[in-house]
């Protein structure tokens, strides 16, 4: 069938459930994208059905970061200490795809006809230099931002949660109003937003906790955006796409893992062209 | 015209205490054998001995050491560990950090305990020591000073900031890759005559245009190297100057500055607001206009921050400090203003936190006509400083002359 491109997934939405696959194939079967993982596919999917309907309670498999996903779709994650069993369902499937299913419902799987194929060289480094970042003995060099500092910030980071401010809508939030009270009045931005300017580091130049990866993307790009409420922010470029950058060129933001130490993904908003 | 703070505290008689340079020494900057503790006793130590009286150190009141302590081996009571190697036993001490900025907001902390008549007598230093580090260490300390949480998830590190700084700047004026050459092939060659510079080499154009790319736009030759060193000066109130010296350099204005530490919360990043600012009131103190500036030692972190500065501080005009460059008006005496004659950090070298402090060695010798013949400007009545920490979150100006006022 004919895909929905969604934050650079396929989507199939149908009443019951809804389908998230990876576009990309090695040896007819669906992987990853670089920095891509059943998280990243579970949110896409999930943002693309909160668009149809609420979702009030949800239920998550292992391998899947059930904070991450509370943080960047706002939908309540069931827990060992709710009665009943949740709404709807994720399940995951071997082949990089992803079911958001209402409790009860059949799935048909969806077959999409878009397929992008991966050099399998630079899959099997990926996927290898993820592996290791995520040895839980794996501590990079790189500037250190704890677990317990990227979650409190996980809303802001996944969601784009701003404030309003005495100069308009400020994001990151502060915390305090810049208004002179107590009241700080919350604001959710617009994932999308122009380019103001970017840089691509150099392998050799890129921070340390991206040394393992750096090295298999010819280095990181950086993208400052102006987001389409106003305030200015810098965001990676997603891993398996190379966009061509220009100054004022509409860009959206999708979450995908950013780096991971000590055992723990620290996911993140990344910059796409919307090439859809 | 709003009141001092020291006028407040002692009154307008008090407020007449000026603050002079009479001591001032550096290490050589580059891969240093030495240890902090021996980076500083020779810093202090150079320092002490170009005072022309009778000096000793138990004439110090105070000491503000500047250290970002990159490597994190003396993280605590830095400032007690090295003094006790510079004779400076049971006087007040402390680490100032302020990233890059750390000396530079030292030394305001020296002018200002001088000023409120609490010290006579106050040494400002810097010192850091990098290159003892693993690559991987390094990278880890190069990128602590940045908005962390937010900045470095996306992938940034001081290259990465200023390079898009860079491309943005090019983006709105008529600019280009080759002024950011022409700040390095001037510094460069300016550093080719300091003896105490890390890079004492001349590039051509053509080589600093196509260097290694670390940061796109940025290639190797925009970027400063990772240097080991330390600097110290002595600041001495004008009654006691006057018994240390006939050729004290005057501290005629201190401006100090701060902003948003990330660059996507600043409405513009092609300009520092924190320099602006710190430059204003630096000037205001002082009683002087940027054309009235002879000689600036200027936070050349990055091509483009010499770029940016030259017109935060007055000495071009908005969107005209590439043309600046191009022109070669910082060029050892060939314009009004010589800009980092010592070679910058681009080439004399960035020990973050012995910058601050380095600058105003630089500048006590100028004004004092102490530096090598091949380098000296002419004529020199007053001098600057500019030490910027991090991206600009940070910012000290500081204006010296030979003249009090």
Redesign the interface.
Same mark, same amino acid.
Not at chain 1, 231 to 236: H, R, S
């Given at each position: 069938m004919t895909a929905e491109v969604w934050m650079g997934y396929l989507v199939d939405h149908q009443p019951d459930f809804t389908v998230v696959q990876s576009p990309f194939v090695l040896e007819q079967s669906r992987v990853f994208g670089a920095d891509s993982d059943a998280t990243t596919l579970t949110v896409a999917g999930l943002l693309h059905r909160l668009n149809h309907e609420p979702i009030s309670s949800l239920g998550v498999p292992e391998g899947i970061d059930a904070d991450t996903l509370a943080a960047a779709c706002n939908v309540h994650v069931q827990g060992e200490e709710d009665e009943g069993d949740p709404h709807w369902d994720v399940l995951l499937s071997d082949e990089a795809t992803v079911v958001i299913v209402r409790q009860g419902a059949e799935v048909e799987l969806s077959h999409f006809d878009v397929e992008i194929a991966v050099d399998p060289e630079f899959h099997t480094a990926m996927e290898a230099a993820w592996q290791q970042e995520l040895n839980a003995a794996h501590v /990079?060099?790189?500037?250190?931002?704890s677990k317990s500092?990227y979650e409190e910030?996980a809303k802001s980071?996944l969601t784009l949660e701003g404030q309003h401010g005495a100069k308009g809508v400020v994001w990151?939030p502060r915390y305090s109003s810049g208004q002179g009270d107590d009241e700080v009045k919350r604001h959710l931005l617009s994932p999308s937003g122009t380019v103001? /300017?970017?840089?691509?580091? /150099?392998a050799?130049?890129? *921070?340390?906790?991206?040394?393992l990866r750096a090295p298999l993307l010819g280095g !990181? /790009?950086?993208v400052?955006l102006e987001l389409h409420d106003g *305030?200015?922010?810098?965001?990676?470029t997603v891993d398996d796409e190379e966009p061509t950058l220009d100054?004022g060129l509409s860009m959206e933001l999708v979450l995908r893992r !950013?780096y991971a130490q000590e055992g723990f993904v620290?996911y993140?908003l990344k910059a796409r062209t919307i090439q859809d | 015209m709003s009141i001092r703070w020291y006028e407040m505290l002692r009154g307008d008689a008090l407020a007449m205490v000026d603050v002079a340079v009479v001591g001032a020494g550096q290490t050589k900057y580059g891969n240093h054998p030495l240890g902090l503790k021996g980076m500083w006793a020779e810093a202090a130590a150079k320092a002490f001995s170009s005072v022309d009286g009778d000096f000793q150190p138990s004439l110090i009141d105070e000491a503000f050491i500047g250290s970002l302590a990159f490597g994190g081996s003396q993280l605590g009571n830095t400032a007690a560990l090295l003094t006790e190697h510079s004779d400076l036993d049971g006087i007040s001490v402390r680490r100032v950090e302020n990233a890059c900025a750390s000396s530079g907001f030292a030394f305001r902390d020296a002018w200002m305990a001088i000023k409120s008549g609490q010290a006579d007598v106050v040494v400002a230093g810097g010192i850091e020591k990098m290159n003892d580090l693993t690559p991987e260490r390094r990278r880890y300390w190069l990128g602590v000073s940045g908005d962390t949480e937010w900045e470095r998830l996306a992938g940034l590190t001081f290259p990465g900031t200023y390079a898009l700084m860079a491309r943005r700047y090019f983006h709105e004026f008529d600019s280009s890759h080759d002024d950011l050459v022409h700040v390095s092939v001037k510094n460069h060659l300016h550093g080719s005559t300091n003896p105490l510079a890390h890079i004492q080499k001349e590039v051509s154009f053509e080589k600093a245009a196509s260097g290694f790319m670390v940061a796109d736009p940025l290639t190797l030759y925009d970027c400063c190297p990772t240097s080991d060193g330390a600097s110290c000066v002595v600041l001495a109130a004008d009654h006691v100057a006057k018994s240390l010296t006939d050729t004290p350099v005057w501290v005629r204005g201190s401006g100090a500055a701060s902003d948003h530490l990330a660059l996507h919360d600043r409405p513009s990043i092609t300009q520092l607001k924190a320099t602006q600012q710190a430059a204003n009131r630096a000037y205001g103190m002082a009683g002087v206009s940027a054309g009235q500036i002879d000689v600036a030692e200027v936070h050349d972190c990055f091509t483009i921050a010499e770029v940016l500065a030259t017109e935060d501080l007055g000495f071009a005009m908005r969107g005209e400090g590439g043309q600046f460059a191009r022109e070669g008006r910082g060029v050892l005496n060939q314009g009004q203003t010589t800009v980092n004659c010592s070679g910058g950090l681009k080439a004399k070298g960035h020990p973050l936190g012995a910058t601050g402090t380095g600058q105003v060695v630089e500048v006590f010798k100028q004004l004092r006509g102490d530096v090598e013949h091949t380098r000296q400007v002419r004529d020199a009545e007053v001098g600057l400083t500019h030490n910027v920490g991090g991206s600009g979150a940070t910012c000290a100006v500081h204006v010296f002359g030979r003249d009090r006022a």
């Open positions: /990079s060099q790189g500037a250190y931002v500092q910030a980071r990151p103001q /300017s970017w840089t691509t580091l /150099s050799a130049g890129a *921070p340390s906790e991206f040394a !990181i /790009s950086t400052m *305030p200015k922010g810098v965001f990676l100054f !950013i620290r993140g | -």
